[in-house]
């Protein structure tokens, strides 16, 4: 029987990413720690990895991804701000701002620094129902130097995407290291330290006061929402189609900086409430992490085994580093359930 020669035109492209884009998750795809979380008003991880909230005393929020996304343009997934409790008239100190920050020697091809430094390419799709200017900026966290560009909101509840180009900057080079770099900063509010300068629209040492102003400010009533997917800053002065990465490998991306471990198992005697859990890493992590348990708010429902409770745990990280193949923890169980096998859920976090 003859056989028949598959032609390569015939055979699916499936090409790897070239990872052309810094931000890590821009899709909005990955969201280890929850799915929505409530009562909002401190800074932290809360949900969609990688993208952290600079969150200071200006209202409550709900956070979550969401599936309200732009029509036709590929993507599953959006990151949602709801104000609950509005601020209407900010205090000089207060900000709202989505940030994504990354780390130094993953940027030594932009060549910032030198004169022949790299402009960067934002490009976002964006919706709110509170139209008018926004700012998004860069943060050079190594040499405390800023730039920060507006953007438009056009349309009350409607996709739209931005494009914003930064020019490269000559002056002060990254760190190659393992810790963070540079920062891009979504502007939502702004008290005026923060908004009471002239806009550093080039790159200029840090001046908190011009680094957002003209923002409007999302806290000022409680059907204020955000919607922002497709996040992608690359280097030159064009935006390119958004770069599709697989979810295995967004996640694999993001574990580097956080990720839930849910086959920790150990074991106690019953002669005390203490025992010890082995959890062992599925990442490279960007360095030795802090570990926490996880709640019953997020993904994971509770932490258990059986009928056995683990009621806290006494971590015991850092020498073992970022590559080990585990963690031994000590874990501490209620009283009536000292006996047997446990298991836990821990989130290791090595978080910029």
Not at 7 to 28: H, K, L, S, T
Not at 156 to 162: L, V
């Amino acid at each position: 029987m003859a056989l028949t020669r598959i032609q390569p035109a015939a055979i699916a492209d499936v090409r790897e990413p070239n990872f052309r884009n810094i931000v890590i998750n821009g899709d909005m795809a990955v969201s280890q720690r929850a799915t929505s979380t409530a009562s909002i008003t401190a800074s932290g991880y809360h949900t969609i990895d990688r993208f952290q909230t600079s969150a200071s005393s200006i209202g409550t929020w709900t956070q979550s991804q969401d599936t309200d996304v732009p029509t036709g343009q590929g993507f599953a997934t959006s990151l949602k701000m709801d104000c609950t409790t509005a601020d209407a008239s900010p205090a000089a100190s207060d900000n709202l701002i989505i940030i994504q920050k990354f780390e130094g020697q993953n940027l030594q091809y932009l060549k910032k620094g030198t004169a022949s430094a790299e402009s960067l390419t934002l490009s976002f799709w964006v919706k709110s129902n509170k139209t008018g200017t926004y700012i998004a900026g860069l943060h050079d966290r190594d040499n405390s130097r800023i730039i920060s560009k507006s953007y438009t909101i056009d349309s009350s509840d409607t996709w739209e995407q931005k494009e914003i180009t930064f020019a490269g900057d000559t002056t002060g080079a990254f760190d190659n290291d393992n810790a963070g770099s540079l920062d891009i900063q979504m502007w939502l509010a702004a008290g005026s330290d923060f908004s009471g300068g002239t806009l550093a629209t080039t790159w200029q040492s840090q001046t908190n006061a011009n680094r957002a102003v003209g923002q409007v400010n999302l806290a000022d009533s409680t059907s204020n929402e955000f919607f922002i997917t497709g996040v992608q800053l690359e280097a030159g002065s064009v935006a390119t189609d958004f770069e599709v990465v697989s979810y295995p490998q967004n996640l694999e991306r993001c574990e580097r900086y956080y990720q839930v471990n849910l086959s920790g198992v150990g074991y106690s005697n019953g002669a005390a409430t203490q025992g010890a859990i082995i959890f062992p890493i599925q990442t490279d992590m960007r360095a030795a992490p802090s570990g926490t348990l996880v709640d019953g708010t997020g993904k994971i429902t509770d932490f258990y085994v059986a009928d056995r409770d683990v009621t806290s745990l006494g971590a015991a990280f850092g020498s073992q580093g970022s590559r080990g193949t585990g963690f031994l923890v000590n874990g501490t169980y209620t009283a009536d359930k000292t006996s047997g096998i446990h298991q836990a859920c821990l989130g290791f976090s090595s978080e910029l």
